[in-house]
């Protein structure tokens, strides 16, 4: 069982940058890949980016590459996402999400430990 807790959500102006974590608890880190998703109102949650297990490989959508940074420490137990150039559609609750023996999949039914979200707001 791994239980996952964000944070670092918040209320930020269009172009600004947040960085949030995912602190992990229950079993350590380094047998998961882990990612990061999001869900806006009325839509489907949907893929944002995803890191191996040993942090060699990196993942990530069309919308948000060259924008948002994911990394991890396993030492810490925690995955980040720098969110850099923000834009009004980033505004979503972002949840993160441990794959199991993974390499960072965008398939979300792959993710079998869930954190309960942070909500992110851009505004103009």
């Known amino acids: 069982q791994v239980f996952l807790v964000e944070s670092g959500g918040g209320l930020v102006q269009a172009g600004g940058s947040l960085r949030l974590s995912c602190a992990a608890s229950g079993h350590a880190i380094t047998d998961y890949a882990l990612g990061w998703f999001r869900q806006a109102p009325g839509k489907e949650r949907e893929f944002v980016a995803a890191i191996s297990s040993s942090g060699g490989i990196t993942n990530y959508a069309d919308s948000v590459k060259g924008r948002f940074t994911v990394s991890r420490d396993n030492a810490e137990n925690t995955v980040y996402l720098q969110m850099n150039s923000l834009k009004i559609e980033d505004t979503a609750v972002y949840y993160c999400?441990?794959?199991?023996?993974?390499?960072?999949?965008?398939?979300?039914?792959?993710?079998?430990?869930w954190g309960q979200g942070t909500q992110v707001t851009v505004s103009s």
């Open positions: 999400a441990a794959e199991e023996g993974g390499w960072g999949t965008q398939v979300l039914k792959k993710y079998k430990y």
